[in-house]
């Protein structure tokens, strides 16, 4: 009997890369916020709940790559460890970059430092936290870039409808511009990790999508609680 495509083993980074995007897409109506936000319907205080969760998911998620890093070269990784340290100086840039959308959605320092975060928000970091304890690094790299395809496209349509609808700065904008641009030499550097993972047979696939299932669920709560805000 022939497998079927989810059946056959996927031998190249590029394949297996491809086929787990395709399968953790979002379903539809996933994300309530940004459609909001396209229509310049959403409330600002959502925005400004949105630029607050954040405040505490970067550092967050830095740790997490920091931590993935580590161990990775432990493991003798060295393109995982490469991919990990990537991610979290990207963490390091993005966090930058919150100052101005933070003053573009009105909150001061005195506000931000007050902000009690929501459980549903900070799930997703919590699981990243999970996974660098818990997960085969090389799979944490497929579950984490098959979702990092869906978080660049919602960042894309935010930075385009705060410019259009909410008057905001290119500056203010520039923390979801830096999650959509192009990133080709990170591309690189996860193609390079997947591939290290599949040669050392470090990477069961099964297990990394089920876990860039539950990332995928988590950013879903995410997304629907700041909706509830909207």
Known sequence: MTPTPRERPLST??????????????????NPLVPLVADGAADRRALAALALEQCRVIPADRRSFLHLAARSADAGLPACAAFFAALAEGEEVALDRLGPLLTACGVD??????????????????????????????????????????????????????????????????FFEFFAGPAPDLDRATLAALQEGIDLERLTPTTALRQGRLLQDYEEMFWGTLAGLA
């Open 109 to 174: 320092a005195e506000q931000a430092a007050a902000y009690v975060p929501t459980a549903g928000c900070q799930a997703y970091p919590a699981y990243v936290a999970w996974l660098a304890l818990n997960a085969e690094p090389a799979g944490a790299v497929l579950a984490l870039t098959a979702n990092f395809a869906a978080w660049g496209g919602y960042c894309g349509a935010l930075a385009r409808a705060l410019r259009g609808h909410y008057g905001f700065s290119d500056e203010a904008c520039g």
């Open 13 to 30: 980074a590029r394949e297996l890369l491809d086929s787990a995007t395709a399968e953790l897409a979002p379903k539809p109506h996933a």
